[in-house]
């Protein structure tokens, strides 16, 4: 009796500790360290990576598309014509600008430009203003200590031309290759072009979209006088190339 006694200890110690041991979970790893690599057809190496926290505001991610866009285009703040001695092109120049005020965001000169009424709205007219959206993440960005931050959100498995390209021509090409003033003959709004002016598909097709993005020789680098776009948007850029630039 005694021994069937400690046998069933035993056992239950036994089962405990199983059961302890299945209860360990590993913590959630929301960073990626290594990329995922599912079944690849392609040839590319599918990438699927993200520490991006929802309550930081990053400038590469968040900040200098608006910027690029918006501010920092031909005639206006960009590296090259840097209009009232405003170049906004890098994170370097927005700061030494002195145009933004992390200590109070309200009262620093890029609140009162993007909130005018007047001439001195910016961007000036015809060009649309910044939405709230945008002057709010402005704004949180200063107050978070405007860094010189950015993070990777980087999703390479299911590249598409309305979900990821024109998405990302809309936040770093368009505010020099609209429709309405198509720098260089690039309108770059719409996979066709209109008129005598290249759409995105022509530049795709040509080599010249990724040779720009590249800054290879014998391409102007693109965005002009700033930073090159985050690699994994030029990674989705080059897979949508690579399969034939379909739109969609």
């Not at 031309?161 to 090409?173: E, H, Q, R, V």
Request: hydrophobic share 35%; with cysteine.
């Amino acid at each position: 009796m005694q021994r069937r006694f400690l046998f069933f200890l035993f056992v239950l110690a036994i089962a405990g500790a199983a059961s302890i041991q299945s209860c360990k979970h590993s913590p959630l790893d929301i960073l990626v360290e290594d990329p995922i690599e599912p079944i690849d057809t392609t040839g590319d190496t599918i990438i699927i990576t993200s520490n991006c926290k929802q309550d930081t505001v990053y400038f590469e991610n968040d900040i200098y598309p608006i910027l690029i866009s918006n501010c920092a285009i031909s005639g206006c703040h960009d590296a090259e014509t840097h209009e009232e001695g405003i170049n906004l092109s890098t994170y370097a120049k927005v700061i030494s600008s002195h145009i933004m005020k992390p200590s109070d965001p309200y009262d620093s000169e890029f609140y009162d430009v993007v909130t005018e009424t007047g001439d001195d709205l910016m961007p000036p007219p015809p060009m649309a203003s910044l939405t709230d959206e945008e002057i709010a993440m402005i704004i949180l960005w200063q107050e978070q200590g405007a860094l010189d931050n950015s993070c990777t959100d980087c999703d390479t498995s299911a590249v598409t031309f309305s979900g990821t390209i024109l998405p990302i021509m809309d936040a770093y090409c368009t505010g020099c290759h609209d429709a309405s003033s198509p720098s260089g003959g690039l309108s770059l709004t719409a996979y066709l072009g209109t008129g005598s002016n290249d759409g995105i598909v022509d530049v795709a097709g040509d080599g010249r979209l990724l040779g720009s993005l590249n800054g290879e020789v014998g391409f102007v680098s693109m965005p002009p006088g700033g930073s090159m776009l985050p690699q994994c948007l030029i990674d989705q850029i080059r897979i949508w190339v690579d399969a034939g630039y379909p739109e969609d």
